[in-house]
């Protein structure tokens, strides 16, 4: 079983949905990030949280400590966001990482 | 540029040769750590270093996989006698502390034929 569990693999939207990406996870963390990666491997770095909620733009990250439990929310889809979305927690010495939401949006 | 760099960036080697990839973090960050990420996977951890000190490895960290940080600023991963399922892009990735963002590189794409 992986420690960093992502829901769903694929999502495609049509422009202007609102999407929810999901991630579980079953270790003690220290935080938790959000990444973005586009096609040619590049990683950014979107949200990095231990508690709440955060907010940038179009992104909503939001986190459940005790049901150890993270969304990534986008607001008013756009094509460029396709990408995939990637899901890591920090464990303190390690990090562990899901397998990636990739994400198409159609204009 | 002041982000993390990666050299190079692609390699293409033929079965049982050695490799070694490069990582140059941002300045300031004491902690750096490599990845390797297969097509359809997350990255997957397989060491990581504060300031030259080699602090965590991975059990995906064979014999053949050794990583160096010397003076605590460049990194270097090598591969010996290279195998066809080391296929993967390596990631490098830096951060200033426990509780910073970690920034990536670009990553190293290898082909090992």
């Known amino acids: 079983k992986n420690e960093v569990e992502q829901s769903p693999q694929n999502l495609t939207a049509q422009e202007g949905e609102f999407i929810t990406i999901n991630c579980s996870y079953s270790v003690g963390i220290s935080a938790l990030h959000w990444l973005q990666q586009h096609p040619g491997g590049g990683i950014v770095s979107l949200f990095m949280l231990s508690s709440g909620k955060k907010k940038h733009g179009r992104l909503i990250a939001t986190i459940n400590i005790q049901e150890k439990h993270s969304s990534l929310h986008i607001t008013a889809s756009h094509p460029r966001d396709s990408a995939v979305y990637i899901c890591a927690v920090n464990t303190g010495n390690q990090f562990y990482f899901g397998t990636g939401t990739s994400l198409t949006v159609i204009p | 540029d002041t982000g993390v760099s990666q050299n190079p960036r692609h390699k293409i080697t033929k079965r049982g040769q050695n490799v070694t990839f490069r990582c140059d973090p941002i300045s300031e960050h004491n902690r750096l750590y490599w990845y390797r990420q297969t097509l359809g996977q997350g990255p997957e951890f397989l060491t990581y270093?504060?300031?030259?000190?080699?602090?965590?490895k991975s059990r995906l960290l064979s014999d053949r996989f050794s990583a160096e940080r010397p003076k605590g600023s460049f990194s270097t991963l090598e591969i010996q006698r290279t195998e066809q399922g080391d296929s993967a892009m390596y990631l490098c990735a830096s951060r200033p502390g426990q509780g910073g963002t970690q920034y990536f590189g670009p990553g190293t794409r290898l082909l090992v034929l």
């Open positions: 270093f504060q300031n030259e000190a080699q602090l965590e």
